[in-house]
């Protein structure tokens, strides 16, 4: 993740960060070197200046005793003589703390050499000081003093001078060093700052310009967002009249709704009503096509029987035939016994004129009976031609009868199921009559829910213009965020 | 149909009666004097061609004789049959008369002048009595014989008279069928 795609907050944590790093790192140099300092000035304090202290305790001390054994070589009192020793002691206490202390390397020579000198200088008191005491003159002594003591002593003083001039230049070399470890300390604090002070401004010129960038395209958006939720604040409350006057039709065409869903459960009332009567006549109907039926079974079986009726009348027509073949083939026979008659009567001469007669006669009949005999054929034929066109037309009427039997069957079907319809037909009006009553309550029910949702509109309406208005409050609001982010960029 | 049978039942005994009475009144009338000569006729066929046989040239009409042939006979000579013990050789008018050869032989007559000769043709249809009036000279048929020199007009119908005679004398002078003179 670039840090171009850091927020707002965590950027300025960054640099909070960053500055308070910085912070630490100040701190930690100006501690350690703070520190470097105050060691640099304890150092001198309680090294340097605790040598110079001795070196001057240690004069003191050694005046002290000279005193005290001037004193009591001036006075003879012995007091003197202990407040000498005392005086060693805290001499010699101060010369050994020294020795144990020496840091330099010019110290403890001078201090051996101190040591060396006050133990002379001790000696020759102490043989002055016998003199004392065995009561020698004060001159004597005081001679003695100068020329035993005197000389040791200034050596010492001189000594112990050249110590305290040493302690001094250490000490002022101390000082000169904590000065400048003081100075670098300050100097690196001051730096350390400079550079602190310089990322702490580019850090903020960083987060300026990004809070520049990002608040003001923020505020820029806002202000747009403000801008169109406006617009849509007066779109929505445009809207919400519009849905107020939609939710007044609406509830107008409900109203109608309900009207006619009455005016249907009545006529599904109707409906039923007729479905019953249309059942009770497709039960009647379908009673009178079984009736139908039954007639028409009763046909089915006249027209068998007049089919077995023709079948006979063909039968006997074909015996009508034959016993017509032996009356054709009897006529036949006789015109050829007439023929022969007649001609057996023309052998005869005179006396057979009247038997020729006779023969003759017989011979007509016998004509005429083939004649007949051909027409009665004839007839037959017609009559069985007429037969088998019966038996026919009276297959074809008994196939028509079964088909219209069947007809019949399939109309008693359709009758039964029309009643099976018609009852579904009532069925489903009383359901579709008690569904419009559902729905003419429903319809009421959403009448009032079409009431609320155009309260629930005007409300909306009230909301939008409210909306409106906290969205005209939110683009001042982002003008002024604006001003403040980028005085010169305000929309 | 029932009306239509019941009216021919009622036509044919009304035919009947009409029938009986025309006999009965042929009897009970005075006898007719015919004042123009007249002959019957024999109307029959022989193939498809219609012909007549006079009368007085058969000695009898017949059906359904039974025919033996004889080996070795000629093409117009059937064979034989017999009649109460006579034996007529039955010939083929069609082959006599130079027609079609006839296809059934059921009807047959024996001639007048030899009964012991018979002619078969296809086909009786019926007795014919016609004036001598109308028994015209046809000087013979296309391509005809000499058997059929006249011919009578039935119903419009021209039928060539058959000489029966002429017919048996020819068979007889050839001596047999086979040996006439004419090629019969």
Known sequence: MTVRRWTFGRRIAAAFAVMVALTVVVGVISVVALDRVVASKDRVINVNSRVLIDAQTLSADFEAKSSDARGYLLTGDKSYLAQMTSELQAFQSTLASMERNAGAANELPLLTSIGQESNAHQQALDGVIALRERGVAIATVAKAYTAQVNPVRAKLVADISALSASENRLLAKAQQSSTNSASAAVGIIVAIAIITALIATALGFALARALRRQIGKAVAEVNSSSVELQATANQQATSAREQSTAMNEISTTISELLATSRQIAESAQRVAQIAGQTANAGRSGEQTIAKAQAYITDVRRQVDVIVDHMLALGDKSQQIGGVLDIVTELAEQTNILAINSTIEAAGAGEAGKRFAVVADEIRKLADRVAGSTKEIRGLIDVVRSAVNTTVMATEIGSKAVDAGNEQFANVASAFGEIADLVDTTNEAAREIELSTKQQSTAVEQVNAAISDVAQSTNETEVGSRQTFETASQLTTLSRELGLLVEPQAVV | ?184
């Open chain 2, 1 to 184: 149909m029932s009306l239509d049978a019941a009216g021919t039942a009622a036509g044919t005994s009304v035919l009947a009666k009409a029938l009986r009475e025309e006999f009965d009144s042929v009897f009970a009338r005075a006898p007719v004097v015919e004042v123009d000569a007249s002959d019957d006729f024999l109307a029959i066929r022989v193939g498809e061609d219609p012909y007549a046989l006079l009368f007085a040239d058969i000695a009898g009409l017949y059906v359904g004789k039974t025919v033996t042939a004889l080996p070795g006979s000629p093409p117009a000579l059937l064979g034989v049959t017999g009649f109460r013990g006579d034996v007529v050789a039955v010939f083929d008018l069609g082959a006599l008369v130079g027609a079609a050869v006839c296809r059934s032989h059921r009807w047959m007559v024996r001639t007048a002048v030899d009964a012991r000769v018979g002619l078969a043709f296809d086909q009786f249809e019926g007795h014919v009595r016609a004036p001598r009036a109308r028994v015209a000279d046809e000087g013979g048929l296309p391509g005809g014989r000499g058997d059929h020199r006249y011919a009578v007009t039935v119903a419009d119908v021209v039928r060539p008279i058959v000489r029966i005679p002429d017919l048996v004398d020819g068979i007889k002078s050839a001596g047999g069928p086979a040996q006439r003179s004419d090629g019969l």
